[in-house]
C-alpha cells in the first residue's frame, strides 16, 4: 500500500500483518482480501468502521426516491 485510501497521501506506516495507518488523516485502515476496510481511532483507542457521509446530491435524489 503505497497511499491513504482516504486522502491519497503518502505518510502512512505499517502498524501490523495488512494494517496501515495514515499520519495526515488519522485514520487507520486494513487490506481484507480484494477489500479495503477505513477506520477511525476513536478517542479512547477503539477503532470505530468509517462510514463516509452521502454527497448533497446523493442525500437530495434518495429523499426524492423515498
Known sequence: MERCPH?????IGKIGNNQFYCW???MEFALVGDEVKIY???EDGSLVAFAP???EADATSAAAVG
Open 7 to 11: 486522502c491519497n497521501c503518502k505518510d
Open 40 to 42: 477511525h481511532v476513536d
Open 24 to 26: 495526515n488523516c488519522f
Open 53 to 55: 457521509e452521502p454527497l
